[in-house]
C-alpha cells in the first residue's frame, strides 16, 4: 500500500495568508499542516509516500519535507498538477505511475485529524473505502444517500438540499482500478475532475464500502476551520 496526499490548489479562500506560501504549509499549532496527514498515513505502515502540488509556491514543499526521514519514510516523491488535470481525482491521477500496480490511501493536504484507520488499511482487498464524519455543514461536502440499511445509493457532492447529515472526509482507500476509472471520468460544470464521480464509479460497480471516522477531524480549508483545527491540536498537544 502506498499514500497519496493532495496537495495542489492555489489556496484563494485563505487570502492573504496563501500569497506567501501554499496553504498546506500554513501553521496548525507547533507544525506545518502537511504533517497531520503525513502522520496519518505513516501510522498505518506505509512508507511510501507522493505529495501533489501545484502552482504557487510548490517548491516551498521540499525546504518543509526534505527527503521525509524525519517521518520514517522509505520514499517521499512529487508530482505536478497543472491546471489541465485540476479536482481531487485529477490529482489522484497523477500518482499512476508512482502506485505502480499497488492500492493506495488518498488523503486531502489540508484534513487534519486523530483517527487511526491502520487496521482499515490492513484489512483492505478490493473497491474502494471512504470514511464519513457527522457534520454540522454537510452541504460543504459530498453527502452520501443511504438506504434503510446504511448502504450508500449515490454520493452527491455539494448539495443544497442534503439527505444526511455526514459528509466524506477527505481521505479514500483505492484498489489498483482507480487510475483506468478516472481516465473515463467526465469534468464537471466546474472544469474539475471529481472524487466524488469517482467514488460513484465504485457504487455502480457495488464496489465502495464506509466507515465512520472515529475521533477528531477537521479539514482546514476556511479560516474558521484552520482557526479550529489549530484550537484543537494545541490543546491536545498541550
Not at 75 to 92: L, P
Not at 215 to 232: I, K, M, V
Amino acid at each position: 500500500m502506498k499514500g497519496i496526499i493532495c496537495a495542489g490548489g492555489k489556496g484563494t479562500r485563505l487570502y492573504p495568508l496563501t500569497r506567501a506560501t501554499n496553504k498546506h504549509l500554513l501553521p496548525i499549532y507547533n507544525k506545518p499542516m502537511i504533517y497531520y496527514p503525513i502522520q496519518t498515513l505513516v501510522n498505518t505502515g506505509i512508507k511510501d509516500i507522493l505529495i501533489v502540488v501545484s502552482e504557487p509556491h510548490s517548491g516551498d514543499f521540499i525546504n518543509v519535507l526534505r527527503n521525509g526521514e524525519e517521518f520514517g519514510l522509505k520514499k517521499v516523491e512529487y508530482a505536478f498538477q497543472d491546471e489541465s488535470i485540476s479536482g481531487i481525482s485529477g490529482a489522484i491521477s497523477c500518482g499512476g505511475s508512482f502506485a505502480d500496480n499497488d492500492n493506495i490511501v488518498v488523503i486531502l493536504g489540508d484534513n487534519t485529524t486523530d483517527a487511526d484507520i491502520k487496521k482499515d488499511v490492513e484489512n483492505f482487498k478490493k473497491g474502494a473505502k471512504v470514511f464519513l464524519k457527522q457534520v454540522d455543514n454537510p452541504n460543504r461536502f459530498g453527502v452520501p444517500v443511504f438506504d434503510e440499511n446504511k448502504n450508500i445509493l449515490t454520493i452527491e457532492e455539494k448539495p443544497k438540499n442534503p439527505k444526511s447529515n455526514y459528509g466524506v472526509t477527505g481521505l479514500y482507500i483505492y484498489d489498483n482500478t482507480v487510475f483506468e476509472r478516472i481516465k473515463k471520468l467526465k469534468p464537471s460544470a466546474r472544469g474539475e475532475l471529481e472524487v466524488t464521480d469517482l467514488n460513484n464509479s465504485y457504487i455502480e460497480d457495488n464496489l465502495l464500502e464506509w466507515s465512520e471516522l472515529p475521533g477528531f477531524w477537521n479539514d482546514a480549508g476556511t479560516f474558521e476551520s484552520l482557526f479550529l483545527s489549530n484550537q484543537y491540536w494545541a490543546n491536545k498537544e498541550r
